[in-house]
């Protein structure tokens, strides 16, 4: 498979760096185009930042914290899916404690087997239930612009919940699934495929060198 555009989708702007920051960076180091959208369209302070870092383009809905709208989403998903015509699309993992990230995941699921586009699930570590991977990102060189560009969002979050929740699941998460996948820092999903309800096994790293 060719991989030309890869499209990420959050319920919220720090949801992206988070869960594929680095993976994103590696994306667009290569020349691939990426879009980030972030279902709502508040508490997005620095994403412009955040996303120029990492050199993805970025979209911002009308949503808000707690209260989206189910059936405005979708509409505009779809358009994003028709406009942007993506190879690849990132999205939450399914079971998760917030309820966004969970109804963000099912309806971009959803519209990318309808698309039959090759769909990408990822882990925040704070919030990602029983979470599991097949597929894993050495995201060594591009760990750095993924903890710069949750700085440029520092001022998204108050001090506490940046500290003790934000801040941890991008310093540490990645050095530990590295361990677990053989380098320095790596960003792990868990593969859907196209149209198929189970993962293909054995997709452990994935080099973006042969996605070209």
């Known amino acids: 498979m060719i991989v030309k555009r890869v499209l990420v989708t959050c319920a919220h702007s720090d949801d992206a760096v988070i869960g594929c920051g680095g993976t ?52 505009d998903l779809k ?8 190879d ?23 519209l990318a087997r309808q698309y039959d586009h090759d769909i990408l699930l990822y882990e925040l570590p704070a919030t990602s239930v029983d979470f599991t991977f097949d597929v894993a990102v050495d995201i060594t060189r591009s760990y750095t612009f993924k903890l710069k560009a949750l700085f440029e969002m520092k ?8 500290k003790n929740e934000v801040l941890p699941s ?24 196209v149209r198929k309800p189970l993962s293909p096994y054995g997709r452990r790293l994935m080099d973006i060198e042969k996605l070209l």
């Open 88 to 110: 690849v699309v990132f999205t939450h993992w399914t079971n998760e404690i917030l309820y966004d990230h969970e109804l963000v995941s099912k309806q971009v699921i959803k």
């Open 170 to 193: 991008v310093v540490y998460a990645p050095g530990y699934r590295g361990i677990l996948t053989g380098c320095k820092y790596a960003e792990v999903f868990k593969s859907l495929g």
């Open 79 to 86: 358009n994003i899916f028709e406009d942007f015509n993506p």
């Open 155 to 162: 001022e998204a979050f108050d001090v506490e919940t940046f």
């Open 24 to 75: 994103i960076k590696e994306f667009t180091d290569k020349g691939i185009e990426v879009l980030a959208v972030s279902i709502c369209g508040d508490r997005i302070n620095g994403f412009d930042k955040a996303m120029s870092m990492l050199g993805a383009n970025f979209v911002a809905l009308k949503n808000s914290y707690g209260k989206i709208n189910t059936d405005v989403m979708i509409s």
